[in-house]
């Protein structure tokens, strides 16, 4: 597990941006260690734990990039046409053997060797075949229509560095390059709480004042995308002694904790008493919408995330805080959130000092997507995420949004 003093995070303010946040997030926590060996397969979604060298080139040898008619590009005539003589057949897999001789062509498959001697291949539909002869049309640059040994990857070359998360892309380069195993960090063990005795598990009778959990579940998903090992801890009940015991028992054994709610100034929220009780607190309030009353904490050695208990704002505060910092723990290469640029059909004012995000649908707009703002906009509001496309980012110096304002959006299909 992780092991933080309990002021590694110390800095001087009280209330940070969602970036000074994030930052100090990234800058003090370092990877786990550990690590083990994968098959490729299983290797997705996973980090790579360490610099990844072609042991050879890619393509490993010279070949034909389509289905045609190799040749030297000497023989090209440079104005009319050229006929040469057709000399037999090469398909992927079979050996080039002997050397092309000078006015002659060679039928060739896409990704067969080229024949030595040979340095262009004719696409087979610009070229005629009568009577045992290639009529080839001028025009055609030498080295056309044909892959170097190497043009992907030369030999010895950084193919992944360290720290890549391993997605279908690369699983596949490093398939091609003929590894059949690849070395991956340990996953973080993250433990999950809700907090607060109005909750009740899904499948269960309610209570005359309770509502069923979802923020645990959410989070709980939004961790199943990421390379972690994450553990369903229940829910806390509103009692400090017994919400400081619980985070001192988890902190033992996981290299994270989350939780939603308990973090504002209620008198029913305790989580960031019991992060000063089990060790220290490093801030408490971001300047963000949704999602200011967020605790970042260590206890025992094993950072703490106290997100809101309002279910859009739980997700806002993930996506900033607990998603970077669970990439940090597993080794990954710091990375942010994608975003894309689209144009506002809606007319909104913020405070200035502050980042807001307002949720959105996406349609197809003249030059950017459109973006169309969820009518209502309660932080509580589930059904805005499962109507909406993205969050709208507003930033700390925008005050007011006006329709043909572009904004940038971060899609949900892209960060959950």
């Known amino acids: ?51 990844l060298h072609a042991p050879g080139p890619l393509p490993p040898f010279f070949n034909s990039a389509v289905d045609g008619y190799a040749f030297r590009h000497a023989d090209l005539e440079p104005a009319g046409e050229t006929v040469l003589r057709l000399e037999g057949r090469l398909a992927a897999g079979q050996a080039a053997g ?3 001789p000078p006015g002659t062509a060679l039928r060739i498959l896409t990704g067969a060797p080229m024949p030595p001697g040979a340095d262009t291949v004719m696409m087979q539909e610009d070229a005629r075949l009568e009577d045992g002869l290639i009529r080839l049309p001028p025009g055609l640059k030498p080295g056309a229509n044909c892959r170097p040994a190497g043009e992907d ?5 950084l193919a992944l560095p360290a720290g890549t998360r391993l997605g279908p892309a690369e699983v596949g380069l490093a398939a091609a390059l003929g590894f059949a195993a690849l070395p991956v960090t340990r996953r973080p063990r993250i433990g999950v709480f809700s907090t607060g005795d109005e909750l009740a598990p899904p499948g269960t009778p309610l209570g005359p004042a309770q509502t069923y959990d979802s923020n645990r579940f959410s989070l ?21 002694g017994a919400t400081a015991e619980a985070l001192r028992e988890a902190a033992a054994c996981h290299d994270m904790l989350l939780t939603s709610g308990g973090v504002s100034t209620g008198e029913e929220d305790h989580v960031r008493a019991a992060i000063q009780a089990g060790g220290s607190l490093v801030f408490w309030r971001l300047a963000l919408k949704p999602g200011r009353p967020a605790a970042m904490g260590v ?37 942010a959130l994608p975003r894309f640029a689209a144009t506002a059909d809606f007319a909104y004012r913020k ?10 649908s996406l349609q197809p707009g003249a030059t950017l997507p459109v973006a169309r703002k969820y009518p ?11 109507r909406s496309d993205a969050f709208a980012e507003l930033g700390e110096e925008v005050t007011a949004v006006a329709p043909g304002d572009t904004v940038m959006v971060l899609p949900f299909g892209m960060v959950f």
Request: some cysteine; proline content about 8%; hydrophobic content about 50%.
């Open 1 to 51: 597990m992780a092991q933080l003093s309990d002021d590694c995070f110390a800095h001087g303010g009280k209330l940070l941006s969602v970036e000074d946040a994030a930052a100090l997030v990234v800058a003090r926590v370092p990877p786990l260690e550990g690590r083990e060996t994968l098959p490729l397969i299983e290797a997705r979604g996973r980090i790579l734990a360490s610099n």
């Open 98 to 100: 002997a050397a092309l």
């Open 153 to 157: 990857v030369a030999q010895g070359e």
């Open 220 to 240: 709980l998903a939004l961790l199943a995308g990421l390379p972690v090992e994450a553990h369903d801890l229940g829910i806390l009940p509103d009692r400090p």
């Open 299 to 335: 206890v025992g050695g094993t950072p703490v995330l106290g997100l809101p208990g309002n279910p859009v704002a739980a997700i806002v505060t993930f996506l900033h805080l607990a998603r970077p910092l669970a990439l940090r723990l597993a080794g990954a290469t710091p990375a």
């Open 351 to 360: 405070k200035a000092g502050r980042r807001e995000y307002v949720r959105v």
């Open 376 to 386: 209502r906009e309660g932080a509580g509001l589930l059904t805005s995420l499962t």
